[in-house]
């Protein structure tokens, strides 16, 4: 059992910048692949970005690409999302999201544990 606990959210202009992080319970972090996703009013769940265990390889969203970066660091049983250049269209409830395995993943349904989502707005 994996429980995330997502932070960092918050009010940003556009063309602003915020961290997020997610800290993992457990002993076995790092062996989980992590996921970013988002939901917006009205929309469906997105894939943001996701990366390995071992954090060696990474996969964004064309939307987000060269704008966002996804790390980790597995002795703190952490991952981030690095969001710059930040748009009004980013503005969304951002979920981190953790899944047994080394298959990339990029849809919902492929991942396990969730955390309880933080707020991101992007004021124009």
């Known amino acids: 059992q994996v429980q995330l606990i997502e932070s960092g959210g918050g009010l940003v202009q556009a063309g602003g910048s915020l961290r997020l992080s997610c800290a993992a319970s457990?002993?076995?972090?790092?062996?989980?692949?992590m996921g970013w996703f988002r939901q917006a009013p009205g929309k469906e769940r997105e894939f943001v970005a996701t990366?390995?265990?071992?954090?060696?390889?990474?996969y964004y969203a064309d939307s987000v690409k060269g704008r966002f970066t996804i790390s980790r660091d597995n002795a703190k049983n952490t991952v981030y999302l690095q969001m710059n250049s930040l748009k009004p269209e980013d503005t969304a409830v951002y979920y981190c999201?953790?899944?047994?395995?080394?298959?990339?993943?990029?849809?919902?349904?492929?991942?396990?544990?969730w955390g309880q989502g933080t707020q991101v707005t992007v004021s124009s």
């Open positions: 999201a953790a899944r047994a395995g080394f298959v990339v993943a990029t849809s919902q349904q492929q991942y396990n544990y």
């Open positions: 457990g002993r076995t972090f790092g062996s989980y692949r």
């Open positions: 990366i390995s265990g071992s954090g060696g390889s990474t």
